[in-house]
């Protein structure tokens, strides 16, 4: 592809997400009852980019989240606009865009090296634009992009893939004696650290830049590549320690809690639960809520999971010398998870959101694209040949109906109230959404609509 073609490429990856998520720069949306009132509307630190609030950014927490960056974009957002909910989906939406042309970029140059260290013939420009897509245009992004208080997650991701674009790019220039190495490290690690102060969910970067230098960047693994990363590392730890302080401090609203062995068996189902997610995204929730505290792995509905997990960790194993690509991309997905498969409470119990996915599912997506792309599949690629034809046909098919899902799909964020009615239509037993749809009656002195809800709920 030439640099027209990508820079073709990436019209047209901004193109699509405008497209699919055109009707939040509508004027029916509104800030939603929650979260938002906590993260924007009730938070006097967003409230301006005054001295005071930008001090505030550092020093405090909301819902048990520590975010400075994220707080002092949305102050920005109200210094330039005001309590404009417009403005902070437009703000969101250009980041998602952009991240998914970071996307594109980080899986060219990943595809690029894999196809170079394992002398395997891919076609890294194409592996990158169908990635880029599917994370553009998947229904689990529409959370972060169309929820105010998930505008964090779309700035971390940014950071979080310039850091690992910038790493790809310092190892490249170092390998080759080229100048300038010093520089991109320095670009990589402090790009990391801003992911990190604008959602903690990206802390596990360093864990995953160990995984690229097995593959595919194949590099001798030995003390000095264990002490390039030392930066990182401490600085994960104080990211790490500042966010298990936010959350120690929070009050949590949990109808109970969770013990040791509850909480590793959610964690083991989480990659079956997200992977099931994404390959099949319907009836999507904004939260999915633990209605058992009293689980184990090996119990009756959660046996499928562990064993799907087993079998997920023993193909991985099984792939790191016959295909190292798919041993890594597991290994990656399962670290990226750590953070948010339920071993912590974030803001509460809950079995997964779909904003956790934003990160963690990257791996995957590229992995997609490449084998989508890839010789094997494709050997020639031509209008005439019918392979070609038949991939290409598929794949569109399956863009354009993610596309269309994710349209819909934003439709239900425009109002407190159409959110959690959808909610509770998709999951009648939802006790998150029947609670909030209930209060959200309740504040809108509706007294009498509030009473099935809540009724329900108890």
Known sequence: MTRYGRAAAVVLLIGATALVYRPLLGGDFEFLSWDDEANVLDDPRVHGLSSENVQGAWRGQTLGVFEPFGVLLKAAT?????????????L???????????????????VAAYATGHHVALRPDAAGFVAGLLFALHPLRVEVVAWVSGQSYALAGTFFLVSLISYLAYVERRHGGRPGARMLFALSFSTYVAAGLSKSAAVFLPALLLVLDGCPLRRQFGAALFR???????????????????????QMNNRFDLDAVARVTYAVQA????LAQASWPTDLLPVYPIDRPDVTP?????????????????????????????????????????????????????????????????PPTIVLGAVVTSRWL????????????????????????????????????????????ATI??????????????FHYLRSDRPAQAIGPLRTAL
């Open 425 to 438: 239509e998709r999951s009648p037993a939802n006790l998150v959404a029947l609670n909030n749809l209930g």
């Open 78 to 90: 109200v210094e330039v606009s005001g309590l404009n909910v417009r403005a902070f989906h437009a």
């Open 378 to 421: 494709v050997p020639r690629p031509s209008v005439g040949d019918v392979r070609t034809r038949i991939v290409a046909l598929v794949l569109a098919i399956v863009l354009v109906a993610l596309g269309v899902s994710t349209a819909r799909q934003v439709l239900l964020w425009r109002s407190t109230e159409a959110l959690w009615t």
């Open 228 to 250: 390039e990363k030392t930066p990182y590392a401490l600085a994960a730890l104080l990211l790490a320690i500042h966010a298990l302080q936010a959350t120690a401090g929070a």
């Open 271 to 274: 990659p079956f639960f997200y």
């Open 298 to 362: 090996f119990g009756p509905r959660e046996l499928v999971p562990t064993l799907a997990f087993a079998s997920l960790c023993g193909l991985g194993w099984w792939a790191r010398r016959r295909a190292p690509w798919l041993s890594a991309s597991i290994l990656a997905m399962l670290i990226g998870l750590l953070p948010v498969c339920g071993l912590v409470a974030h803001g509460g119990w809950v079995r997964g959101a779909d904003r956790y996915t934003y990160l963690p599912l990257l």
């Open 92 to 110: 969101t939406l250009a980041l998602h865009a952009l991240n998914a042309c970071l996307v594109f970029a980080l899986a060219r140059r990943l």
